[in-house]
């Protein structure tokens, strides 16, 4: 055997890793400031809110490819936002899979940086404030480096769960390449068409990804670490 | 502030208490458990296959979902008896199930290919058996597509066409035949979609979120779809033909229901169901 990646996997792999990417930074963005308010807040609200973000955990991804294919459609609501910006519609595009993924991988991002912010003692923010540090100083130079291992393990769950979507990307990609055909959907294509030695490749690689980003989230993150 | 350090202590407190004896008698109280369900289970099937016989699994085609259905009710006035369970999904994957020893009796693929490989391989216990001829149709719930032609999917106003994945449905594959031997497969080839099986193809366009959709005429048919959209044939000859056949599986070999089932399917009443839902019979089309 010479060749075990054809260019399609190729493709469908550089795909993946570029989607998992941009929806990692999309959600420690959004993810972060509804961590904190979740860790932070003793509003009545903070019980739905926090099973709101919790909900893709527990549904099967038909429901929320089923709920975002209508939703993006030319007659939801997401879909009329969308074409009334100019956009056009999202399934069947990269950035469809973008918004899809957030949704779907945000409670793997907002946990574990919820646990982290929930650690933090309110003695350390106290003294931050008599020190005069801003809202944003106190942030960057106490919070942050507190909540480091959070941000690991928030950083390699979030990448990692995109990267193993399947349900929602198959309801709502229309498997174009480069576009929405990503590694577990051409796995499942391979298998279909019964083109079991790529398959078998492709998925190798992915069990040898999985297992080293997780080994990587064990060695490297103290908070593993029992006393 | 003494919150945080609340959780703390009872985080290792509750790690070494998980550590000792404890854990072990909880494993036993389990295995116990796991020894009992799956007695149960033992039963259970053993009870399920003494009645084998008036029992019948069917995997099929996601493109007979109504034709069968109507099929199945019908015979099943003859044979009050009869359990029949049918599974709609995609031809290859259930070729490959029963390669795997999945537990079907008979085995309906859109595309006769696949029976006949599983036949070639042993695990088949009857002929192939040609049972219809599948047609392709343009629909879209949103134009008139009782006028369209194929070469009418290059209007830019089209912005997503779906078919069913070539790769490996059937008729995804003659789809693409059609749209080659109309020369419209590289002027359109990027508003293409796929969908895993011809059904999800229709859903697609079912949503709005293409517009047009090449999917099957037993589906643009059925009562659901004929009421949002219309269809337009795409002539026959410019694909291979979708000829699709069964078989009954190896496991099904000494089942009288299965055989009276597969008579029933080349019988007369069968036939006209088959016909009246958008398939041609193989013994017409020559």
Redesign the interface.
């Known amino acids: 055997m010479n060749f075990y990646f054809s260019v399609a996997d190729l493709s469908a792999i550089w795909l993946t890793i570029k989607l998992a990417t941009v929806v990692t930074v999309i959600l420690l963005l959004i993810g972060t400031p509804i961590a904190w308010w979740l860790a932070r807040t003793r509003c009545w609200w903070k019980g739905p809110a926090g099973a709101v973000v919790a909900l893709p955990i527990v549904l099967p991804p038909t429901v929320i490819g089923f709920y975002l294919?209508?939703a993006?459609?030319?007659?939801g609501p997401l879909g009329q936002f969308t074409q009334s910006l100019g956009l056009?519609?999202l399934?069947?595009t990269f950035a469809g899979l973008v918004v899809a993924s957030v949704f779907y991988s945000l409670p793997f991002v907002v946990q574990p940086l919820q646990n982290a912010f929930?650690?933090?003692?309110?003695?350390s923010l106290e003294t931050a404030a008599t020190l005069r540090a801003s809202v944003l100083d106190t942030f960057f130079s106490v919070v942050l480096p507190l909540s480091k291992p959070g941000f690991l393990t928030a950083s390699v769950l979030g990448f990692a769960h995109t990267v193993g979507e399947f349900g929602v990307v198959?309801?709502i990609g229309?498997?174009?390449p480069d576009q929405t055909r990503v590694v577990s959907v051409q796995i499942?294509?391979h298998?279909?068409?019964?083109q079991y030695t790529s398959a078998h490749w492709l998925s190798a690689a992915m069990v040898v990804f999985a297992f080293v980003a997780l080994l990587l989230l064990y060695t490297l993150n103290p908070t593993g670490r029992?006393? | 502030m003494n919150s945080s350090f609340v959780t703390c202590a009872s985080v290792q407190s509750a790690n070494n208490f998980c550590g000792l004896s404890d854990a072990q008698i909880k494993m036993r109280v389990v295995s116990q458990f796991a020894a009992r369900v799956l007695i149960f289970v033992c039963l259970l099937v053993a009870g399920k296959a003494a009645h084998a016989e008036e029992k019948i699994t069917i995997a099929a085609a996601a493109d007979l979902k109504f034709a069968l259905g109507e099929i199945v009710v019908l015979f099943k006035s003859t044979h009050p008896a009869a359990q029949i369970e049918t599974i709609y999904g995609s031809s290859g994957k259930f070729s490959t199930q029963i390669r795997q020893g999945a537990p079907y009796d008979l085995y309906f693929s859109a595309d006769i290919s696949y029976p006949r490989a599983l036949k070639a391989e042993g695990f088949a216990s009857s002929e192939v058996q040609p049972y219809a001829v599948g047609r392709i149709v343009l629909w879209s719930p949103s134009r008139d597509a009782g006028k369209m032609t194929l070469a009418d999917l290059a209007d830019p106003s089209i912005r997503k066409i779906a078919i069913a994945n070539p790769q490996h449905a059937p008729y995804g594959k003659r789809a693409e035949e059609a749209l080659r031997a109309a020369g419209m497969w590289e002027k359109i080839k990027a508003k293409l979609v796929y969908g895993e099986n011809v059904a999800q193809t229709a859903q697609f366009v079912q949503t709005g979120n293409a517009q047009v959709g090449i999917i099957a005429l037993s589906l643009a048919l059925s009562t659901e779809m004929a009421k949002q959209g219309d269809y337009a044939l795409i002539p026959d000859k410019l694909h291979q033909p979708l000829e699709q056949g069964f078989i009954i599986t190896e496991r099904a070999a000494d089942n009288l229901l299965v055989r009276d089932f597969a008579a029933f399917i080349a019988g007369k009443e069968a036939r006209n169901i088959m016909s009246r839902h958008g398939f041609e019979l193989p013994g017409e089309v020559e």
């Open positions: 294919l209508v993006m459609g030319p007659d056009g519609l399934p069947f929930e650690n933090i003692p309110e003695r198959l309801m229309g498997n174009i499942y294509d298998v279909e068409a019964m029992r006393k």
